[in-house]
């Protein structure tokens, strides 16, 4: 299943953890490319490219009845680095999508927060989407699994062609969600996914950091 995303990163919880500045960068896509991004696939391939978009290098996915993510492993504290910050730009939704329903269950763009268990089954994430019909500021359990919880941090088709900033604090988000305190960070992880729906999406995404508060 798609939400597995989340337990293949299990084991991956002995990496470095990075000196503690004033922030973190988790992709530099001008100056790094793609280095520490390792594709997991689930249903065919999305295609994820660096372009040159608005005068910046991003980068793009290209999804057709497919769903495979980029992920990038770094292990950090939260607690030190609770802000997650990133751009991202969406050419539509994604019709017949709805993250109330596995057959639903495909989104533009979304964005993983991965928190690795030695045992996987108790690997969780954050799962921040572009949904579709759900509400702004839904909360809720993965069709698939609930140790993946879905926010929704925009939705619909309103903002679809334009650049939307995102600031969510990764520690508020995990209390909210699973009610304890987050451990560490293993890995960030994105995708652009149409398997279910069979549909077509593009979207993109600038650098994302990991702030203090």
């Known amino acids: ?34 280095a520490g ?42 607690q030190h680095y609770p802000i997650l910050a990133w751009r991202w730009k969406i050419n539509g ?23 690795p268990h030695w ?6 994430s954050l799962n921040y989407i572009w949904a579709n019909v759900l509400p702004q500021g839904t909360v809720q359990p993965n069709a698939y699994t609930g140790n993946a919880m879905m926010i929704a941090v925009n939705s619909g088709a309103e903002k679809a062609g334009q650049w939307v900033s995102v600031e969510r604090n990764i520690v508020e988000d995990y209390r909210r969600a699973f009610g304890e305190d987050p451990p560490q960070v293993g890995a960030i992880a994105v995708m ?3 398997d279910n729906t069979g549909q077509e999406a593009t979207a993109w995404y600038a650098d994302l950091e990991a702030r203090r508060q």
Request: one cysteine or more.
């Open 192 to 194: 652009t996914d149409t």
């Open 119 to 124: 045992f996987f089954l108790k690997t969780r």
């Open 1 to 34: 299943m798609r939400f597995a995303v989340a337990c293949l990163l299990l084991g991956l919880v002995t990496w470095p953890v990075r000196a503690e500045n004033e922030a973190l960068p988790l992709s530099r896509f001008a100056e790094a490319g793609l």
């Open 93 to 115: 939704i994604i019709p017949g999508g709805d993250g109330r329903s596995k057959a639903g269950d495909d989104y533009a763009a979304r964005v993983y927060v991965v928190f």
């Open 37 to 78: 991004w390792t594709v997991k696939k689930f249903a065919g391939t999305t295609a994820y490219r660096l372009v040159e978009v608005d005068g910046q290098t991003v980068l793009q996915a290209h999804s057709q009845a497919a769903a495979s993510g980029l992920v990038h492993e770094i292990a950090y504290d939260p």
